[in-house]
């Protein structure tokens, strides 16, 4: 039995991107977080830039994204 309640007052959303090579996905990712930070500013909410999304030497040496992120 779980100790504490679930608190479900703050919102929660999953988004989830699927595309070919360079179709922009870690580029809406970055767009995405940057828009939910200006409009709903907190600790929690910070913008993620392409560079933070993309930051193994093999993402940055190949020009993709290998894993996934969660931002």
């Given at each position: ?9 703050k ?51 190949r ?9």
């Amino acid at each position: 039995m779980a100790k504490e309640k679930y608190d479900r007052s703050k919102p929660h959303v999953n988004i989830g991107t699927i595309g070919h090579v360079d179709h922009g996905k870690t580029t809406l990712t970055a767009a995405i977080t940057t828009v939910l930070a200006r409009r709903l500013p907190s600790s929690v909410n910070q913008p993620k830039d392409y560079a933070s999304i993309d930051a193994a030497p093999e993402e940055r040496e190949r020009g993709i994204t290998i894993n996934t992120a969660h931002v």
